[in-house]
C-alpha cells in the first residue's frame, strides 16, 4: 500500500498567518488529495491535484505537487481560527491507497 | 444532496456484545469505504468494496470483523463479538468511481465504546 506521509504533525500559528504542510508519497500516482477533519467529525475533501498538474487553487488553499520528489504542499493563506483542524493527504494511485497520519493546525485567534 | 449516512452515531456495548454499524453511501456512488479512526493508529482502511463486490479487506483487523454490502445502497460493519480494543470512531465513506482513486466523501461517523 502507499501511504500519504504529512509533516509537520503540528502546526501551531496566528490568525492571518499562513499555514504550510506537507505531504510525501512512495509510488506513482493518477492524484493526490487533500482533506480536513474538524474534532469528532468526518473527513471533508478539500482539493484534488492531478500527477500532471503542478500547482492548483480553491480559495485561499494552495497545492503543488512535485511527481519527481513525489511531495506535495499545502499552503492556506491568511488563517483563520476556523481553519483549526487536521488536514490529511491521499496519495491516489493504481494500488490500495489509504491517508497519511495528518498534520493538527491550531489557528490563535 | 444528502451525504454519507450513518448509524448509529454513538454506540456504547459491552464486551463480547455483537455491534453492527450501517452505511447509506451517497446515490450514484459506485465505491464504499470502512475506516476505523483511534489516536493511536490513527485513519486506518478497513475495508472497500467497488460495485458492492468487497475488493480488499486486508485492513480488516481479524475474524471478528465482518463487513456486507449487500445493494449499491447500503452497507453494514459487524464486529462479533466486540472487545475494548475496537473502541474507536469508525468512519464510512463513498466515492463516485470505482478503483479507489477519486475523492472520498464521508460520514460523519459512528463512535463506538466497548466496555
Known amino acids: 500500500s502507499q501511504q500519504g506521509e504529512e509533516d509537520p504533525q503540528a502546526l501551531s500559528i496566528q490568525e492571518g498567518e499562513n499555514a504550510t504542510m506537507n505531504c510525501s508519497y512512495k509510488?506513482?500516482?493518477?492524484?493526490l488529495q487533500w482533506y480536513r477533519q474538524n474534532s469528532g467529525r468526518g473527513l471533508v475533501h478539500l482539493i484534488l491535484?492531478?500527477?500532471?498538474?503542478r500547482e492548483k487553487h480553491s480559495g485561499r488553499l494552495r497545492v503543488t505537487l512535485d511527481t519527481s520528489k513525489k511531495s506535495s504542499s499545502l499552503l492556506i493563506t491568511a488563517s483563520r481560527a476556523a481553519d483549526t483542524a487536521s488536514y490529511f493527504c491521499?496519495?491516489?494511485?493504481?494500488?490500495?491507497?489509504?491517508f497519511g497520519t495528518g498534520t493538527k493546525l491550531q489557528v490563535i485567534p | 444532496d444528502a451525504g454519507v449516512i450513518q448509524s448509529p452515531r454513538h454506540e456504547v456495548t459491552e464486551m463480547g456484545q455483537e455491534v453492527t454499524l450501517r452505511c447509506k453511501p451517497i446515490?450514484?456512488?459506485?465505491?464504499l469505504f470502512w475506516y476505523r479512526q483511534t489516536m493511536m493508529r490513527g485513519l486506518e482502511l478497513l475495508i472497500y468494496f467497488n460495485n458492492n463486490v468487497p475488493i480488499d479487506d486486508s485492513g480488516m483487523p481479524e475474524d471478528r470483523f465482518s463487513a456486507k454490502m449487500p445493494n449499491a445502497s447500503f452497507s453494514t460493519l459487524k464486529i462479533q463479538p466486540s472487545e475494548p480494543r475496537d473502541s474507536a470512531v469508525y468512519f464510512c465513506?463513498?466515492?463516485?468511481?470505482?478503483?479507489?482513486?477519486?475523492?472520498?466523501?464521508f460520514g460523519p461517523g459512528t463512535r463506538l465504546t466497548v466496555l
Open positions: 509510488t506513482s500516482i493518477n492524484n
Open positions: 491521499r496519495s491516489g494511485g493504481y494500488q490500495k491507497v489509504t
Open positions: 491535484i492531478r500527477s500532471n498538474e
Open positions: 446515490s450514484g456512488h459506485n465505491s
Open positions: 465513506a463513498s466515492s463516485p468511481l470505482a478503483g479507489g482513486t477519486d475523492t472520498q466523501y
